[in-house]
């Protein structure tokens, strides 16, 4: 084009349509940041909650042993050798309504994971109960005359038992008590 005499403006430059290379790499750039923050924030959030539903599920399963095992305990019926105790098993006559059980509770090594499993002793076809699962170790020690010991033959005061895992040990402590019956 050219310019007039009387228009001596030159003329106005073409419009740009579209974005530049570096306009285009610096969003790339940007974008490429903010989606690992947004990741990085997601994967977080992901290993934090498998982690809680992995202790809460550790929770629950050391609740209902402890409880198994307490509730063994309160029932015990303390006649005719009530109570064997060695290290790693447990063996007790409890009393369930006006019947008598006699049950075991000993350590099973399942694969990689171990489990703590209860079970009648008297009957050869009794249910095997899993009480406890994911455990590498079980202990039980007992109180008796004043000192914790490994085992015991007889009724001791009390009754530790301590449960192991990888990064883990978790300890109960049940105290028996016992009432004379006047028959």
């Not at 419009?15 to 530049?20: A, D, I, K």
């Not at 309160?74 to 049950?103: C, K, M, W, Y």
Request: glycine content about 8%.
């Amino acid at each position: 084009m050219r310019t007039s005499p009387t228009n001596p403006r030159p003329p106005a430059p073409r419009r740009q349509l579209g974005f530049t290379l570096v306009e285009l790499l610096i969003a790339s750039t940007i974008a490429a940041v903010v989606m690992a923050a947004v990741y990085t924030t997601y994967s977080g959030a992901h290993l934090s909650e498998q982690r809680i539903q992995e202790i809460t599920e550790a929770n629950q399963r050391w609740r209902f042993f402890a409880q198994r095992l307490q509730s063994d305990l309160r029932n015990l019926f303390a006649l005719d050798s009530p109570f064997i105790g060695a290290g790693t098993e447990l063996e007790l006559t409890v009393q369930v309504g006006r019947e008598l059980h006699r049950v075991r509770y000993y350590f099973s090594p399942a694969g990689g994971d171990g489990e703590i499993r209860r079970r009648g002793v008297r009957d050869e076809h009794s249910q095997i109960s899993r009480v406890y699962s994911g455990v590498e170790a079980i202990r039980f020690r007992y109180h008796i005359a004043g000192q914790w010991r490994d085992t015991a033959l007889g009724l001791p005061a009390a009754v530790e038992c301590v449960l192991s895992g990888k990064d883990w040990s978790r300890r109960l402590t049940v105290g028996l008590e016992v009432t004379a019956v006047n028959g």
